[in-house]
């Protein structure tokens, strides 16, 4: 079933990879994209691209009075340390942005709602695969905002009787399969970007951020999604909401852990080079494993993943890296 939908930060890596499946499903697409973060070449051309900031509310009263039908909220700001160092900074443009678009939806009718959370909210678990009816601990103001807006959905639900999905990413990663668009955030974090790098000739070695964790080997585990599946997973999500779905919040992962070892052995076998590393200490705010349990977006959703390997996770990876510097 196919609709006009706002995409909001529809120019950044998993916002953009969605609008495009959602163009390719028939949707029409309309993307507002502040370019804090995301890049205008990344968003595709079959979308409408509107550059402004979600704090514009006359902008987006704009958008929403045009007939949209739901909105798939991506944009934000997601690295843990900035969160820490600028808390109210993170509280604004996750929370605060959130609270506005919400609010307009409110005013203008649009009931439907898809918001980018993060597997971050569980904290540091005491055991995994977490369920979504695990506890939520946050450790970060990074979580803490993204937590806020869930509560703001889950109540705004309630009085004004919008439906919204929340959907909590695990980790991210790979690159569109036809090589169209890729991981381009500056200053990344996350462990496959930076090994990207490192084969790229972008940076000396790659820090292991502690290898005393209580996991096989020491190294962090997490839950790595192609970006792919994950954006196939929000399409699915805006099918429920389009044929009267409940409201849900669903885990976004596989179900399976790899150590920041097998990361790393997965890339030096796509790449056929060693990647050089030295061991480092843990890094703030860090936990040893994060692992979904994705019962329920499967039994919600009917929703399969196509692209669960690691080696085509990191190998779309290092593809559009290469293609990316090859380009600049
Ligand atoms: C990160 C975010 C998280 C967000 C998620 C998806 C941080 C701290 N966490 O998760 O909030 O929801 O992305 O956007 O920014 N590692 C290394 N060396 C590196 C980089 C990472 O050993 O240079 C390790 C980490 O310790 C961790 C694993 O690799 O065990 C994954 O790290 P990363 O890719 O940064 O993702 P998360 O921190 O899990």
Redesign the pocket.
Same mark, same amino acid.
């Given at each position: 079933m196919s609709g006009r939908v706002l995409v909001t930060g529809g120019a950044g890596y998993i916002g953009s990879h969605t609008a495009q499946q959602l163009i390719d499903a028939g949707n029409d697409v309309v993307i507002l994209d502040n370019l804090s973060n995301g890049d205008r070449s990344m968003a595709p051309d079959g979308a409408r691209f509107v550059q402004g900031d979600l704090a514009d509310r006359g902008l987006l009263d704009d958008i929403l009075g045009s007939g949209v039908d739901a909105v798939l909220h991506f944009a934000g700001s &997601? @690295? @843990?340390p900035d969160s820490v160092a600028d808390p109210l900074g993170y509280y604004r443009n996750n929370t605060l942005n959130t609270h506005g678009l919400l609010q307009a939806c409110i005013e203008r009718g649009v009931d439907r709602f898809i918001f980018s959370s +993060?597997? %971050?909210v569980y904290g540091d678990p005491a055991s995994t695969p977490l369920r979504e009816t695990d506890p939520t601990q946050p450790i970060s103001p /990074?979580a803490t905002s993204k937590l806020m807006s869930e509560w703001m959905l889950r109540d705004t639900a309630a009085a004004h009787g919008l439906r919204y999905v929340v959907l909590r /990413?695990f980790? @991210?990663a790979g690159a569109d399969l036809k090589g169209r668009r890729g991981q381009a955030s500056r200053n990344a +974090?996350?462990?496959i970007k930076?090994a990207v790098e490192v084969l790229t000739g972008q940076r000396d070695r790659?820090? &292991?951020?502690?290898d005393d964790y209580p996991t096989s080997d020491g %190294?962090?585990v #997490?839950d790595y999604i192609h970006v792919t599946d994950l954006a196939n997973a929000h399409v699915r999500t805006l099918d429920h909401l389009m044929a009267g779905g409940a409201s849900e919040v669903m885990n976004c992962g596989y179900g399976k852990g790899s150590t @920041?070892r097998q990361v790393i052995a997965a890339l030096e076998c796509v790449a056929n080079r060693r990647i050089p590393t030295e061991v480092a200490p843990r #890094?703030p705010?860090?936990v040893a494993e994060?692992v979904a349990d994705v019962s329920r977006i499967r039994e919600v959703l009917g929703w399969r993943p196509e692209h669960d390997d690691l080696e085509l996770i990191v190998r779309t990876a290092l593809d559009w890296e290469r293609k990316r510097i090859r380009a600049s």
């Open positions: &997601i @690295v @843990v +993060t597997a %971050t /990074y /990413y980790n @991210v +974090t996350h462990l930076l790659l820090s &292991i951020f502690g %190294t962090g #997490r @920041v #890094r705010g860090d994060l």
